[in-house]
């Protein structure tokens, strides 16, 4: 079973600054299988990245995803007011149907 | 225009049964996996069970193995999760999403389990 580990916790950053999200898998996840969701308070999550760097419909150009192996990062290059929000990154599998999410990352205006 | 609606949560004495539903539209249906995802109040977000498009493939969590039952059907465009021997630990707004790896997630429907 694929454990997902989010740091930090929580990012504390100023609007108009750069934020930097990992995710670290305890084992090798294939990138096309990796994922990252935004989600606020009283919303479903909503889908930024899949396959580990293409961004989903709609997704401004601010944010991005990077990385292989057991390493992945979201960047976001500057951070508008309406990005203060958590973020999860997704590991997903097929056969069976399966997700794993990791636990969190929060930002958090400064 | 995909969507997503989630119905069939409420308030549930431990160890009864509830039946959650997920009516969808917008997409092909059944050229999709589909998922149930929970999450408790305050709390992040956990995978319950998931489906494949013909249903020959389904997975569930550790957590809800034995208990809990995915189905769908897809002359309906619906998605089913059959809960039974409820826990208080159950308690959490569950969505459904579409696709491999969720790209669009209803809004969820709230199940509390508790005396």
């Known amino acids: 079973e694929i454990v997902l580990t989010q740091s930090p916790g929580t990012l504390s950053l100023s609007p108009g600054e750069r934020a930097t999200l990992s995710c670290r898998a305890s084992?090798?996840?294939?990138?096309?299988?990796l994922a990252w969701y935004q989600q606020k308070p009283g919303q479903a999550p909503r889908l930024l990245i899949y396959?580990?760097?293409s961004r989903a419909t709609g997704i401004p150009d601010r944010f991005s995803g990077s990385g292989s192996g057991t390493d992945f990062t979201l960047t976001i290059s500057r951070l508008e007011p309406e990005d203060f929000a958590v973020y999860y990154c997704?590991?997903?599998?097929?056969?069976?149907?399966?997700?794993?999410f990791g636990g969190g990352t929060k930002v958090e205006i400064k | 225009e995909v969507q997503l609606v989630e119905s069939g949560g409420g308030l549930v004495q431990p160890g009864r049964s509830l039946r959650l539903s997920c009516a969808a539209s917008g997409f092909t249906f059944d050229d999709y996996a589909m998922h149930w995802v929970r999450q408790a109040p305050g709390k992040g977000l956990e995978w319950v069970s998931g489906?494949?498009?013909?249903?020959?493939?389904?997975g569930y969590a550790d957590s809800v193995k034995g208990r809990f039952t995915i189905s769908r059907d897809n002359a309906k465009n619906s998605l089913y999760l059959q809960m039974n021997s409820l826990r208080a630990e159950d308690t959490a707004l569950y969505y459904c999403?579409?696709?491999?790896?969720?790209?669009?997630w209803g809004q969820g429907t709230l199940v509390t389990v508790s005396s």
């Open positions: 997704q590991q997903y599998g097929s056969s069976p149907p399966a997700l794993t």
């Open positions: 999403a579409k696709g491999d790896f969720g790209d669009y």
């Open positions: 084992q090798s996840v294939s990138s096309s299988y």
């Open positions: 489906i494949s498009w013909n249903s020959g493939s389904i």
């Open positions: 396959g580990a760097s």
